[in-house]
């Protein structure tokens, strides 16, 4: 390997911190508790950094949870019904919410801000409404059904498995959005969220970038969902609660909004935080912290937490002059 | 024939006597768009903390739920004024995500104080005319709705003339019509804003009171479904536009009963949504909306 590959601080800091995720396991294996919120935070990284994603193109989404239980939801029907591996259906439920992303991001390109944030909140709605109600005698209805396991349990280590599992999905879906973005079709995508007019002037027509990033989005925020249910074992209409859509946007811009460091950072950070509060045993009041932590982030420090380092080293030469 | 109509005009009249609490929501978000041409998803929040005030205050003093309108309707204000000044002015004119961003944050402060204080089961407290109906030919009316009929009337017509009539009313129709203009005529926006998103707030309040009244139950997160629906009203009825909100708030109030009536209940919160986003694929910038570009 180049050795002048690690100079670059933030290539050896991307290596250590996978370095860190590979070897943690060794030390914390043994305690099921830990091991269980790291796989839950791998997965939600996925899924924030899926959120996050949709933000390239100039969009948002309120209402995530919508493709994040599409994709569960397609997964655990495909897995539960006809008895495929879980491995297996993952895809499927990734694919199932790319479709439905891709028909729900037609009605939504050519909205903006906060039209866009009630129209995919409002998805989100729906499609819970006829899980539980037209579509009740597939789905369970509110009951929901058990779903197999990502690894069967029975198989001894099988939580350490399903984290090196994973982990691998995790990093090759960064490594996938790190190309996209460094792609022809990123620096439309970035053309597209600074100057959707100029872009078009340039020859650049936003509706299938902006199609594709939604499509992409709703694909891996569906992974995320099937690993989630895969984990438990379990999937009811809960998934498409608001809880769920709101998560990704609090750990992304916790993290720092557009970046590709930003979900992951956010995710681990406000995980940790929201855990140990949890170890505290704070219910409501741990809510209430991670909000008073989201306002003060967005007045104090817009660009997130991968920004903190460049802020202090600003108000550092500020004091210095 | 004849007992179907009289369902029908029973229904119309619960969507009636709902899209009122929405008509409320719907003004106040109205008025602090027009304004500050900022969104408070948190704006729910307000009908919530609305309702939880209303309870206690029934619970310790025990008066008539609709004389505590003078102390639900105050508190929210101020509580509006403070959540405009410590969390929007900072971030006003930096973008429209961040609004929408900070009202999250917002929601989970609002919902669980009220959970830690209250717990969050889910409550509900009874009129003292509940077990009263009046008569209107075929139908039965109870006495709670119509009130609260009138009360949504009164409350937008003493609206009305504050915005018409007084001098701070005024200033916020200039600062609404022409920010800069309302500036340059030495109006202080920042204290309209503030004001205004207080009054939003109030009117939150008001129509918490009134839920509370009107039986239906009550947790610490019913608030952001109905502050939705508000929006859709505002989408339905044109941004800024009070007579709009009125007429928006009734249609999504009969749409969902019927809808209810005809569905299953648990269509009523999705079938505001798909009319939302029926208009909104048909004209992206809203059914009055003017294109911006």
Redesign the interface.
């Known amino acids: 390997m180049n050795t002048s590959l690690f100079r670059d601080p933030l290539t050896l800091a991307t290596a250590i911190v996978v370095l860190i995720a590979f070897l943690i396991p060794l030390f914390v294996g043994s305690n099921l508790y830990y091991l269980t919120v790291l796989v839950l935070m791998l997965i939600f990284i996925i899924y924030a950094s899926a959120w996050n994603f949709l933000t390239f193109s100039g969009q948002?989404s309120?209402g995530h949870a919508a493709f994040f239980g599409l994709g569960a939801y397609g997964a655990s029907l495909m897995a539960a019904r006809l008895g495929l591996p879980s491995i297996l259906t993952l895809l499927f439920g990734g694919i199932f919410a790319a479709v439905i992303g891709v028909l729900i991001g037609l009605?939504c390109v050519?909205?903006?801000?906060?039209?866009l944030?009630?129209?995919t909140?409002?998805?989100a709605?729906?499609i819970?409404?006829?899980v539980?109600?037209q579509l009740a005698p597939v789905t369970g209805g509110w009951d929901g059904f058990p779903v197999p396991k990502l690894v069967p349990s029975g198989i001894q280590g099988s939580l350490m498995i399903e984290y090196y599992i994973i982990l691998i999905i995790t990093i090759a879906t960064i490594i996938l959005f790190r190309w996209l973005l460094k792609s022809r079709i990123g620096l439309a995508l970035a053309a597209i969220r600074e100057n959707e007019?100029e872009a078009r002037a340039a020859g650049i027509n936003p509706v299938p970038f902006k199609l594709f990033a939604f499509g992409v989005s709703a694909f891996f925020a569906g992974i995320a969902g099937s690993l989630e249910i895969a984990h438990f074992g379990y999937v009811t209409p809960e998934i498409f609660g608001?809880d769920l859509s709101?998560w990704p946007?609090?750990y992304s811009?916790t993290g720092g909004?557009g970046t590709l460091a930003g979900p992951v950072i956010g995710t681990i950070v406000v995980t940790l935080l929201w855990d140990g509060l949890n170890a505290m045993g704070l219910t409501?009041?741990r809510?209430?912290i991670?909000?008073?932590?989201?306002?003060l982030i967005?007045?104090f420090l817009?660009k997130g937490l991968v920004s903190l380092p460049a802020e202090i080293r600003k108000r550092m030469k500020r004091k210095d002059t | 024939m004849d007992v179907s109509i009289s369902i029908l005009s029973q229904v119309a009249f619960w969507g009636l006597y709902s899209g009122c609490i929405y008509i409320l929501l719907a003004t106040g978000l109205n008025l602090i768009f027009g304004v500050m041409k900022i969104v408070n998803f948190a704006h729910g929040e307000f009908l919530m903390l609305g309702t939880y005030i209303t309870f206690f205050l029934f619970v310790i003093t025990g008066f008539n739920p609709y004389v505590l309108l003078i102390g639900s309707v105050p508190v929210l204000i101020v509580a509006g004024v403070i959540v405009e000044r410590l969390c929007f002015r900072p971030i006003l004119g930096t973008g429209k995500l961040n609004e929408i961003f900070i009202s999250l944050g917002l929601i989970y402060i609002f919902q669980n104080m009220v959970a830690l204080i209250w717990t969050d089961e889910w409550r509900s407290m009874k009129s003292p005319f509940s077990d009263i109906t009046i008569a209107l030919g075929p139908v039965q009316l109870p006495l709670d709705y119509l009130i609260i009929i009138v009360v949504t009337a009164v409350i937008l017509v003493l609206l009305h003339f504050f915005l018409k009539r007084t001098p701070i009313g005024k200033a916020i129709r200039a600062t609404s019509q022409n920010r800069k203009g309302a500036m340059l005529m030495g109006i202080n926006v920042e204290k309209i804003n503030m004001l205004t998103f207080g009054i939003g707030a109030g009117l939150a309040g008001a129509a918490g009171t009134l839920w509370a009244v009107s039986g239906q139950v009550f947790n610490p997160y019913m608030g952001s479904i109905p502050a939705i629906k508000g929006f859709a009203i505002i989408i339905l009825g044109g941004l800024g536009s009070i007579p709009g909100a009125i007429v928006g708030g009734l249609a999504i109030g009969m749409v969902e009963n019927f809808t209810a009536f005809t569905l299953g209940g648990s269509w009523k919160d999705a079938v505001s949504f798909i009319l939302l986003i029926i208009i909104l694929v048909v004209k992206p910038t809203g059914l009055f909306g003017e294109d911006e570009e």
């Open positions: 948002g309120l009605t050519r909205l903006r801000e906060w039209f944030a009630m129209v909140f409002g998805f709605v729906i819970q409404t006829l539980v109600s007019i608001i709101f946007i609090i811009i909004l409501y009041a809510f209430i991670i909000g008073v932590l989201l306002v967005i007045i817009p």
